[in-house]
């Protein structure tokens, strides 16, 4: 009952439709008094899945800018940057490279001052006409981003522009920032969309404006490995999405923390709550269990959603 993770994105399910909706409560056309018309239960379905799709796409960018290297990032090889696993000792381990991934480097990193530890400092991330990686997603053009300092230090921060950046077919704009606000007793980053915007082939799109924070609740004593990493996730959003002639705008709230296992694609657990005009959906990613399910609840009636 989830959606993707912070390192590895699943793309953009709503833009080409590939999201199926079936009710399991009483039907969307119900005439009752506490009724809601089949309009608005469309508009809130499109709310809530553009909203959750648009972390897709950025989260990946935050993958690739955490996991470019040990100087600027973290470290820890994630996003395109991790290795596939190898053997030591006859037991399977995860290997952490910087700039490889698992089908081979198809993009170049440009780093600027190369000298380690010298800051502000650019890394772009180019993806030429196309670079397919070990998640079978295809990007292209390039991400550029300014590094205040290494972002395992708190207070330092990351902010990502993008040069003709396509996700699969979907073009990607905006200010991407990341930034380290950990305190003595917890990890912890924040992640910005300002500005974003999704477009499709086709003219559709999401523009999204997002807060989140994102807080270490496990894994925290294996800082090179983060596949035993967990994070609880807070925060909020604003956005409007245009699909097939339709537009809706809406402003979400994570009502109950978002749970981010990094062994999992999806979210595992945790409800966000969207707002659209006076009308109200609540997104659940379930109680923990990996899987691409979830449901929205609109008005006591509850909507399974299938995300890939």
């Keep these: ?71 600027a990032g973290i470290g820890a090889g994630v996003g395109v940057f991790f290795a596939s696993p190898g053997q030591a000792n006859g037991t399977t381990v995860s290997q952490f490279g910087n700039g490889e991934d698992s089908v081979g480097r198809c ?40 590094y205040t300092g290494h972002l395992v230090d708190a207070g330092s921060k990351a902010t990502t522009s993008f040069d003709g950046f396509y996700f699969d077919s979907l073009k990607v704009e905006g200010s991407f920032s990341i930034q380290n606000t950990s305190t003595a007793t917890a990890l912890s980053f924040t992640t910005t969309v300002t500005n974003g915007k999704l477009t499709a082939p086709s003219g559709d799109y999401i523009e ?8 270490q609740t496990a894994g925290m004593d294996t800082p090179h490995n983060p596949l035993d990493d967990v994070f609880s ?38 409800q966000v709550t969207i707002t659209r005009n006076d009308k109200t959906a609540v997104l659940d990613y379930g109680n923990g269990d990996c899987d691409n399910k979830a449901t929205v609840t609109i008005n006591s009636r509850v909507y399974n959603i299938i995300l890939h």
């Design 233 to 270: 996730i807070t925060g909020s959003s604003s956005g409007t999405a245009q699909i097939a002639g339709v537009t809706a705008q809406w402003t979400t709230n994570i009502t109950q923390p978002v749970i981010r296992k990094l062994t999992c694609r999806w979210r595992v657990a945790g």
């Design 208 to 215: 999204i404006n997002r807060n989140h924070t994102w807080t």
């Design 1 to 71: 009952m989830k959606t993707i993770q912070i390192l590895s994105a699943t793309g953009i399910v709503l833009l080409s439709a590939a999201i199926i909706f079936t009710a399991c409560q009483k039907s969307s056309t119900d005439t009752s008094a506490n009724s809601i018309s089949t309009q608005d239960v469309a508009a809130l379905q499109t709310s809530a899945t553009a909203d959750d799709e648009t972390d897709n796409i950025y989260n990946d960018v935050a993958a690739n800018v955490l996991g470019v290297n040990d100087d």
């Design 107 to 146: 993009y170049t990193v440009t780093i600027d001052p190369v000298r380690v530890g010298v800051f502000p400092k650019t890394i772009t991330i180019d993806f030429g006409s196309g670079c397919t990686g070990r998640d079978g997603h295809t990007r292209r053009g390039k991400i550029i981003t300014v």
